[in-house]
């Protein structure tokens, strides 16, 4: 490895905690380094550097090292090993290098080690701290896989990876036999996936003897854990916090309020230290991170910088960057906020944080199978999460949180754990991914939490209209080329319908832009106006979707004209653009085209902007989104959706709402019920288009009501040719779409 500076190992540097049968060398003097020697990474070979040993020092001082010993007999001689450990134990950094060690000393026989985790920020971050900790290479031995990202070779010992990510290589190789060690992280999150491989896992194991499996987890879901997986060996991580709790003593109306005069009255303390804020929305953040920048300007300059950043939910891009706690400030002191909600839980790393503000609510996304829609849903948060906030303060000599809540609130409007997010989501896409899976003989899993029986039934539907199911309940082989694109099912089907309709070149970058992040950039206060014209310069007339195309290709084209990287900032920022999301949708889109070639799908040449480039764009949307179709029912732009009584309005940044124009049948990519019941990225459609394209026996579940009366009318009126061609092209393509199916397996 270039650029290592050597050191050679003292008294004090690391001890190999191994069971004897553990210990890969022969027993020979070779074995054993002289003072005067170089000790040797086992993992590259190289002598290990000064800094690796100035990182072993501080591991040794993790909460988690005492227990290395006791992990590595464990893990020698179960299958199956619990770490229960809080927040900042250092059980994800530490308990994959151990395997790492384990593989290396059986000589990778059975294969490496990858560790899951929720956040693909987590994955990175703990990729580079390992790969640092390891004294190794970042995408050689360690190396990190998240989504449309792959940071690995086939030569890499450690992966991280997202825990999705785990779960699509299953596809091709179910039994994941290129490795020895799996370790599940962050199983408290209970993400839909996490708790997926948590039930295959069980097959698995039972195919692959030698296959150990690690679950990492906080101590709140320990007994949930021993019931699930039986009596298997757990490691208790003991970390001792000293951290202040002030509660409210009376319960209040606007926490808002009490934030921003925390906030300042701590600054105006003079103690040091970062501060983090839990907040409840994505609103709220942008709310607060707005005045807090405006009232802090105006603050003594003695007291120092107070400097905002804003971390937002995953789905969304994030200012926000780790902080390397070995950086010089500025002479000036800075005092740094973070502002996030309940995603930023296991983002915040920096032992630098003294303050914790908790509002103790959050707003969570609840699925509704009867509407297809997700409602907006502000509750309480869970005890287990108030104490997972509580322990980003653990390694603070003397941190503080405050809890914007009463004691009593605490014990009895929260629930002990946080709900799983199978029972709360939409799971069309988890069914289409155990059909899949059920090819290789793993589709019965076993879930901790098991889902709702009408999300299943309305996913099983969802997935049978959009033709995936075959007439015994299987994966159709339609169903199965779906699979391979990690999307959601409806724009899966979108893409191949547009293979049919030659406008396959459009359609990924619209399948693109729309799974990257949003693409518009928050406005500060006081540039709407400047950033409306701006945006108003990519406007198409036929809509959202096309409009998205038109900033995709004029990123393109300022890339292509640029002589350097910060051109295409610049331009991004000129005209109020997301830089990051635009170079997310880049990598995203060459994904999907990869995947295109690989599975030889027909490609047309691009013909953006005729008419039948158009209409065949709308065709290609209609084939995966026509359940989410909405009708203007007074002209004044209130949206009846036609799968239920929900009005939602256009959203205020779409090009209709732009132009003022208004038209009667749209087709949205998002909708969600809150307190403004919006429709996003929406394009105008024809009744007849939807005729012609929405499966017979969709349309006759449809529920009664005035927009299907005017369809059935278009209907009556096709001509009898027209009807027979469509039927001709249905069965054709999918026989087994022509009658309904619904089979639980």
């Not at 090292?65 to 927040?87: C, H, P, R, T």
């Not at 019931?227 to 109306?253: C, D, F, M, R």
């Not at 969304?316 to 973070?338: A, G, L, M, N, W």
Request: charged residues 25%.
């Amino acid at each position: 490895m270039e650029g290592k500076e050597l050191e050679c190992p003292n008294s004090s540097s690391e001890k190999r905690y191994f069971p004897e049968s553990l210990d890969s060398s022969d027993g020979d003097e070779e074995g054993v380094l002289a003072c005067e020697d170089l000790e040797l990474n086992p993992f590259d070979g190289l002598p290990y550097s000064s800094r690796y040993y100035k990182l072993l020092k501080e591991r040794e001082d993790l909460p988690i090292w005492k227990e290395k010993y006791s992990f590595m007999e464990n893990l020698l001689q179960n299958q199956i090993v619990i770490v229960s450990g809080d927040a900042k134990c250092g059980k994800s950094s530490q308990v994959p290098q151990w395997c790492a060690e384990y593989c290396l000393s059986i000589h990778y026989q059975h294969g490496g080690v990858i560790c899951t985790q929720v956040h693909k920020q987590t994955v990175v971050q703990l990729a580079l701290r390992v790969a640092d900790e390891m004294d190794v290479n970042i995408g050689h031995e360690v190396g990190y896989v998240i989504p449309f990202e792959n940071c690995c070779t086939s030569e890499t010992i450690l992966r991280y990876c997202t825990d999705d990510m785990l779960q699509r290589e299953m596809m091709s190789n179910p039994f994941l036999g290129s490795y020895g060690v799996i370790i599940l992280d962050d199983i408290h999150e209970r993400s839909i996936a996490t708790d997926v491989l948590l039930g295959l896992f069980k097959d698995v194991l039972l195919a692959r003897p030698e296959l150990k499996l690690i679950i990492n987890s906080s101590p709140h879901l320990i007994s949930r854990l021993n019931s699930y997986y039986g009596n298997v060996p757990l490691i208790e991580v003991k970390n001792k916090h000293t951290v202040e709790v002030v509660y409210l003593s009376e319960a209040q109306k606007d926490s808002f309020e009490s934030i921003l005069r925390l906030i300042f009255e701590i600054h105006h303390s003079g103690e040091k230290g970062d501060i983090v804020v839990f907040l409840a929305c994505e609103q709220d953040i942008e709310r607060t991170y707005e005045i807090v920048c405006q009232e802090g300007s105006n603050l003594n300059p003695d007291l120092g910088e107070l400097v905002v950043f804003p971390l937002y939910p995953k789905e969304k891009c994030t200012s926000f960057k780790p902080i390397d706690e070995t950086e010089k400030r500025c002479q000036v002191y800075q005092r740094r906020v973070v502002l996030t909600t309940s995603s930023g839980e296991s983002l915040i790393w920096n032992n630098s944080v003294k303050f914790l503000i908790d509002v103790g609510m959050e707003r969570r996304k609840v699925y509704n199978p009867r509407i297809r829609a997700n409602s907006l849903v502000m509750q309480p948060i869970s005890q287990s999460q108030a104490e997972i906030r509580k322990q980003i303060l653990g390694s603070s000599s003397s941190g503080k949180l405050f809890r914007l809540y009463t004691e009593e609130f605490a014990s009895k409007d929260m629930r002990p754990l946080k709900p799983a997010e199978m029972q709360e989501a939409n799971l069309t896409s988890m069914v289409l991914f155990m059909k899949r899976i059920d090819i290789a003989g793993l589709g019965h899993c076993d879930f901790m939490n098991r889902p709702a029986p009408e999300s299943l039934m309305q996913a099983l539907e969802d997935l049978d209209y959009l033709a995936a199911l075959d007439n015994d309940g299987n994966l159709s082989e339609f169903g199965i080329i779906m699979s391979e694109f990690p999307l959601d099912p409806q724009l899966s089907k979108s893409i191949l319908a547009s293979c049919e309709f030659d406008c396959v070149d459009e359609m990924l970058t619209i399948a693109a832009m729309v799974t990257a992040p949003n693409c518009f950039s928050y406005l500060p206060h006081g540039a709407e106006e400047a950033a409306l014209t701006c945006w108003k310069t990519f406007l198409h007339p036929e809509g959202d979707h096309f409009t998205l195309i038109n900033i995709y290709k004029a990123y393109q084209d300022t890339t292509l004209n640029s002589t350097s990287e910060h051109g295409v900032e610049k331009w991004c920022h000129d005209y109020f653009l997301s830089c990051s999301a635009l170079r997310m949708a880049d990598v995203i889109r060459a994904e999907l085209l990869e995947i295109i070639k690989r599975i030889e799908l027909p490609y047309a040449e691009p013909a953006f902007g005729s008419k039948e480039n158009t209409l065949n764009i709308k065709k290609a949307l209609l084939s995966g989104y026509f359940m989410q179709i909405a009708r203007d029912v007074d002209g004044s732009g209130n949206y009846l959706m036609l799968t239920h009584k929900q009005v939602a309005q256009l959203h205020p940044l779409s090009s209709y709402s732009l132009t003022k124009k208004m038209p009667e049948w749209v087709l949205f990519h998002k909708f969600s019920i809150s307190e403004n019941n919006y429709i996003r990225i929406t394009s105008e459609i024809s009744p007849e288009l939807f005729v012609q394209l929405a499966p017979q026996y969709y349309f006759s579940n449809l529920p009664p009501s005035e927009s299907k009366d005017i369809l059935q009318h278009v209907m009556d009126h096709l001509s009898p040719i027209s009807t027979m061609k469509k039927e001709q092209k249905m069965c054709d393509k999918c026989p087994e779409t022509t009658e309904q199916r619904c089979t639980i397996q």
